[in-house]
């Protein structure tokens, strides 16, 4: 940690050392000044129009500042790094006029994350965001009452919305676009490439899958901003991004495009200003602040095979089988079986096992906003019930969050969805149990859990699944 | 050097329709650059059989024109096929989609036929209706729609048929993005080579670009310049 960088603490050690921490009370007391702006629609720096930069009604864009959230593509993390940075100095500017905040406070104060990763009892909102008034007896700026009820109640999500051993297992931060990269694929050009966009799997789960599980403002990417929340949950992927370069992983060329492309905000003077990922990769040099915590979490047995065998092929995955009609996912469990061929391309030329594999869930629809994120579980008996989570047949989730924008041609970044897991560990394991069968699988969706009561999800119409597809590389 | 011609082969699953359309614009150009003796030929092939040579100019110029954008979904298919079935997705894909355009030429000379005789101003007047069709909302819908491929059935006559629909469909969001553009070519014929160069650089460019209603006002500047030029004077 370098001299003289704030720290972004996490929001649970806060409230365990202390409830309504000094700094939580600093992030509430500047939450309402920034309100305060919104009387202002010119305001860059009021609460409105920081969450305008993320998304706008209906997907429109007011280039280059508002309406320009990076989703589903490799500027996922650093945009949101530019965003939250841009963000979190202007409150911080703010919380500096705010009279009862003491100088301490003023001086050490970053965003807190919210890192609800470390355990069954940290996958609820903490207190500060779920009581409805500061102990002034004045309207809580941290709570909003359209959130899901179980979660303003206090209830835990679904553990698996906030499991990290798909989101850190990637080795490269971008691979093929039909293999898994840790960033996501790149977007920004379609020369080479059609526009199904595959998001690196930290922006479904946790990301997306938080978001889902709030729901409520959260649930929106065009109001999501307006939940507190919300920054504290980008400031704890933006901290997963640090916790996987920890474990190894390696950013792109800072040079490259990924690197080089400016991103449009303002500053605390309300003076416009650029950001690009290359200036934001060094955070204690360039943005003067670190995290409390970037250890590498345990991320199970799966994880920790993975890592005797981190190298990846150079060629591309190529399809040994697939679906043959759309699948429709409903509130309810979908097991979808298909036939496994033999790989005759390049992965056939080293006989025998594909060194990895994939299954990928492509050309995902969906009618307006489903609340739901589904588990997925590969040759899951028909014995075993999804809701025991049952870890030996675990693949991941496929979130919807942000689907709404898929499909849509009215803006030019028109794309589809397709989310891909890297399933190779998954097969060793069920191959040693006597769990697979290389001519056929199954393929299980289900929905996580909404709360103690296991709410059923709420579905506007079904969810599509253009095809399901099984790689090898 | 053939272990490299692998690689790139495996990697570019669209690189036979890549020499397609490059072999197209060497027939395309040979009338004009091949000096006389190529010219007479072309000439004479055309009084021979002026329907049949017709047809065979407008699929040309089709190819030529409209396969190098289209390269890039052909791959995004074929990608995603079988590995024994890359090829055929790709051409399936390409031969429904050149199929549409061909489609759209038949129309347009029946229709030319019909009418007779062609105003010297007409070639002008849709080339300007053409600039403005670059500033609609529609158009660019329409281009953007292009991206947006279906997933694929893997095998069997499904998949062909799958394969041949998509290909169809993006002909016919390709269609709305293009025609003013195509039925100037339609006027203009095949012999104009530089008309032909330039329609498929706007053609491709905003098939390719990342932005491509960013396009919307050069792009009409130059077809406004190009209405401008083939007034008759
Ligand atoms: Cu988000």
């Not at chain 1, 939250?84 to 500017?93: D, T, Y």
């Not at chain 1, 920790?304 to 591309?316: L, S």
């Not at chain 1, 030996?392 to 794309?415: M, P, S």
């Not at chain 1, 998954?426 to 001519?439: P, Q």
Request: net charge negative.
């Amino acid at each position: 940690m370098s001299n003289g960088a704030r720290v972004r603490r996490d929001i649970w050690k806060l409230e365990d050392e202390q409830a309504w921490h000094p700094i939580t009370r600093a992030y509430a007391l500047g939450v309402r000044e920034l309100t305060r702006r919104n009387d202002d629609p010119d305001d860059p720096t009021s609460w409105a129009w920081q969450a305008q930069i993320h998304g706008l009604p209906d997907f429109a864009q007011d280039p280059p500042y508002r309406g320009q959230c990076q989703h589903f593509c490799f500027f996922f993390l650093p945009w949101h790094r530019c965003y939250l940075h841009w963000f979190e100095r202007i409150l911080r500017a703010a919380i500096q006029g705010i009279d009862e905040i003491d100088a301490e406070t003023k001086a050490a104060w970053s965003l807190p994350y919210w890192n609800y990763s470390g355990g069954a009892d940290r996958l609820r909102l903490p207190d500060p965001f779920i009581e409805e008034t500061l102990d002034d007896g004045t309207a809580n700026p941290l709570f909003v009452d359209v959130r899901r009820p179980s979660i303003n109640r206090g209830e835990p999500m679904d553990a698996l919305a906030a499991g990290l051993a798909e989101a850190l297992a990637p080795r490269r931060y971008v691979d093929d676009p039909l293999a898994v990269g840790f960033g996501g694929a790149p977007v920004s050009n379609h020369w080479g490439d059609n526009a199904n966009r595959t998001p690196g799997p930290v922006e479904g789960t946790p990301h997306g899958a938080v978001h889902v599980a709030v729901a409520g403002l959260m649930g929106d990417p065009a109001f999501a901003g307006l939940d507190p929340v919300f920054w504290m949950h980008h400031a704890n992927i933006d901290r997963l991004w640090e916790v996987w370069r920890n474990d190894g992983g390696e950013n792109p060329d800072p040079g490259s495009e990924w690197g080089t492309t400016e991103f449009h905000f303002h500053d605390e003077n309300r003076n416009p200003v650029t950001c690009t990922a290359a200036a934001v990769v060094d955070m204690p040099g360039e943005l003067g602040y670190t995290y409390e915590d970037t250890d590498v979490p345990d991320t199970g047995r799966r994880g920790r095979r993975r890592r005797v065998k981190p190298d990846i092929p150079d060629n591309p995955p190529e399809l040994v089988g697939a679906t043959e009609e759309p699948v429709e996912l409903g509130s309810g469990r979908s097991d979808v079986e298909m036939d496994v061929g033999r790989a005759t391309g390049p992965a056939a030329r080293r006989g025998g096992d594909p060194e990895r594999v994939y299954l990928a869930v492509e050309g995902i629809e969906a009618v307006g906003r489903p609340d739901v994120t589904y588990a997925v579980y590969l040759n899951l008996p028909d014995d075993e019930d999804p809701d025991d989570a049952p870890e030996a047949f675990y693949v991941g989730n496929v979130d919807l969050f942000g689907i709404e924008a898929v499909g849509r041609v009215d803006t030019d970044a028109a794309h589809g969805l397709r989310r891909t897991f890297d399933i190779t560990e998954l097969v060793a394991e069920l191959r040693e149990e006597g769990g697979w069968d290389a001519k056929a699988i199954t393929v299980t969706f289900s929905p996580l859990k909404h709360g103690y009561d296991r709410e059923e999800p709420d579905l506007p119409g079904p969810v599509k699944v253009g095809r399901i597809g099984l790689y090898y590389r | 050097m053939a272990a490299a011609l692998q690689r790139a082969r495996r990697r570019l699953a669209e690189a036979g329709a890549a020499a397609v359309a490059a072999l197209a614009w060497l027939r395309l150009l040979a009338p004009a650059a091949g000096g006389e003796g190529v010219r007479a030929l072309h000439d004479e092939a055309h009084a021979a059989a002026a329907l049949a040579a017709g047809a065979a100019g407008w699929v040309l110029m089709a190819v030529a024109m409209m396969l190098p954008g289209a390269l890039p979904a052909a791959r995004g298919l074929a990608v995603t096929a079988l590995w024994t079935r890359r090829g055929r997705t790709v051409a399936l894909f390409l031969g429904a989609y050149v199929g549409v355009w061909a489609a759209f030429g038949a129309a347009a000379y029946a229709a030319l036929a019909v009418a007779g005789g062609v105003p010297a101003l007409l070639l002008p007047a849709v080339l300007a209706l053409a600039a403005l069709w670059q500033l609609t909302d529609a158009k660019w819908r329409a281009v953007r729609s292009c991206h947006l491929l279906p997933t694929l059935p893997p095998r069997g006559r499904k998949a062909d048929r799958a394969c041949a629909a998509a290909g169809m469909r993006y002909g016919r969001s390709c269609l709305t993005a293009c025609w003013p553009l195509m039925a100037a070519m339609v006027l203009a014929g095949h012999a104009s080579v530089g008309l032909t160069a330039l329609i498929a650089a706007v053609v491709t460019a905003e098939k390719l670009a990342a932005r491509p209603s960013r396009l919307a006002a050069p792009t009409a500047a130059v077809v406004a310049g190009a209405a401008l030029i083939s007034i008759p004077i």
